[in-house]
């Protein structure tokens, strides 16, 4: 997943806005959610943060970028250390990222016209208060379960509008990583890390992730350094209106960590080479569509993405499940139609192990641990992330269409275009838009009242 930077340009404008020599004050949109026990739900009032990675970079006391989307700016700082040392994360007009809060409920829309200037996407996590010093806060998944309300039906192929939990740490790398004197912290969104070791994050384990830094081939808004940040993460739903998946994907080390060059590159490695070491990008996952089921989700479908539904996530020991409620029916994800995989829908160990057997796929979630790494994830606080996004690398096509593209078992994701690329889907979608409400947490069967 990349994201556009803000440039200098589309900055200036807002930063002058402000009084002379003052920056952008932070504020943070609020989101209330629900906890809830068999006893109830009671309201938490948390806001969200945008992630530091999406911020204007700048000289510390002036208007100087220091990286933009071409590279950091070697008149601005020379090295990792003094880049680390002379640039600061700026507050964010949440409005210029197509960010809108209302009550209990928010949106991401794809892109934002600016001045001078536009943004593509947005990443925000999950503060745990309303206040300007807050932490992320923090959801340990293991017999719990989650509920949303979700309308993603302008969500169109190759976009995809993504709520995930990932490991990063609850004060955002300050006290991991204090040489580094990380004084922006969670409240600036800084920390990032996911299973694919991203290594477009400016900045990683807390220092300027400024060496080889260079621009993608694909991404125009993106670059990548030397440096890249691993940990597990639960995807519980990557989606648009035409597919979703929900998948697992563990790391051998369950924190926050730092992996090196080529060592990031899951896919670097050949099929008979062996694993890296490094986190399972690709997950283990449950897409209906693939699993043969092409008639459960989608417009018109057995539950139709034209309008509004629910979607609830059940993270048990033996299994992760999910399942829909729309006018007021409740709705079961099918189980897959494909012989040699478990007659259940949702994540099992047994899933995961046939898939890549059934597919005829590298087994990347062994790799990443298995289904016991699986089971440390869900034992230990997450942050919950939530972004919507092109990708210029596959253009989604793991999400909604062939992948890899041509036809064989287990390669249809869903009814989208093979050959769209990411530039067309911004072009035709600007406009698309996710709005998730009524967020609710708690003991499993604690957040929705069920009709017979
Ligand atoms: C959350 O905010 C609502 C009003 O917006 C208020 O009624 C409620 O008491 C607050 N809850 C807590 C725990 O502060
Ligand atoms: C960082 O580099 C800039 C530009 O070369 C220089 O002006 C500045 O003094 C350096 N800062 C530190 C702390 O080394
Ligand atoms: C934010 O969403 C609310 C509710 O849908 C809408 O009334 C309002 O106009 C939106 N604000 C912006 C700036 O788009
Ligand atoms: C937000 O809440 C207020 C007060 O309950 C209500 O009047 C308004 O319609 C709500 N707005 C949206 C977009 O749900
Ligand atoms: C990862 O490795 C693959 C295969 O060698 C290559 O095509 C891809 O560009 C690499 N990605 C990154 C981000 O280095």
């Not at 994050?201 to 990548?224: H, I, L, M, Y």
């Not at 790391?251 to 062996?274: F, I, K, T, W």
């Not at 093979?418 to 009524?438: C, G, I, R």
């Amino acid at each position: 997943m990349l994201f556009t930077s803000l440039p200098l340009l589309a900055v200036l404008p807002l930063a002058a806005a402000q009084q002379a020599g003052s920056l952008e004050k932070e504020v943070h949109p609020k989101l209330p959610w629900s906890r809830c026990t068999a006893d109830g739900c009671r309201q938490v009032n948390d806001s969200l943060v945008l992630d530091a990675n999406m911020r204007w970079l700048h000289q510390v006391g002036g208007y100087r970028t220091c990286c933009d989307d071409l590279g950091w700016d070697p008149n601005v700082c020379r090295s990792s250390a003094n880049c680390t040392d002379t640039c600061a994360v700026e507050g964010a007009q949440y409005s210029a990222y197509g960010v809108n809060a209302t009550n209990d409920s928010i949106s991401l829309r794809l892109k934002t016209n600016l001045d001078y200037a536009s943004t593509v996407g947005s990443r925000l996590f999950l503060l745990d208060s309303a206040s300007e010093n807050s932490y992320y806060q923090m959801f340990t998944l293991r017999g719990n379960e989650l509920a949303f309300d979700v309308d993603l039906s302008t969500v169109a192929c190759g976009i995809n509008s993504a709520l995930r939990f990932v490991a990063m740490d609850a004060d955002g790398g300050v006290s991991r990583f204090p040489a580094t004197a990380n004084t922006a912290g969670a409240a600036y969104g800084t920390g990032y890390c996911d299973a694919r070791c991203s290594r477009d994050q400016r900045f990683v384990g807390g220092k300027a992730n400024s060496d080889g830094w260079v621009p993608s081939e694909t991404d125009p808004s993106s670059c990548a350094g030397k440096y890249g940040a691993c940990c597990p993460e639960f995807a519980v739903w990557n989606s648009n209106a035409h597919s979703f998946s929900m998948s697992s994907h563990p790391c051998p080390q369950s924190d926050y960590h730092v992996c090196e060059g080529l060592l990031c590159n899951a896919s670097a490695r050949a099929p008979d080479e062996p694993s890296s070491g490094q986190c399972d990008p690709r997950g283990c996952s449950y897409n209906p569509f693939r699993m043969g089921n092409q008639g459960f989700y989608g417009q018109g479908k057995a539950v139709d993405t034209a309008r509004k539904f629910t979607v609830v996530t059940r993270f048990e020991d033996a299994r992760v499940s999910q399942f829909f409620v729309q006018d007021g029916k409740t709705i079961a994800v099918p189980p897959p139609t494909w012989v040699g995989l478990p007659r259940e829908s949702g994540l099992t160990a047994e899933t995961c192990a046939q898939v890549p057997a059934v597919f005829g796929e590298r087994d990347s979630f062994a790799e990443g641990g298995g289904w016991r790494a699986h089971a440390v994830l869900l034992r230990r606080p997450m942050v919950l992330a939530m972004s919507i996004s092109v990708d210029y690398d596959s253009n989604n096509r793991w999400l909604d269409s062939l992948y890899p593209p041509q036809d064989g078992a287990g390669q249809a994701r869903g009814d989208c275009p093979v050959d769209e690329d990411a530039f067309t889907a911004v072009a035709q979608h600007p406009n698309a838009k996710v709005t998730w409400s009524n967020i609710r947490f708690g003991t499993v069967g604690s957040t929705v009242a069920l009709n017979p």
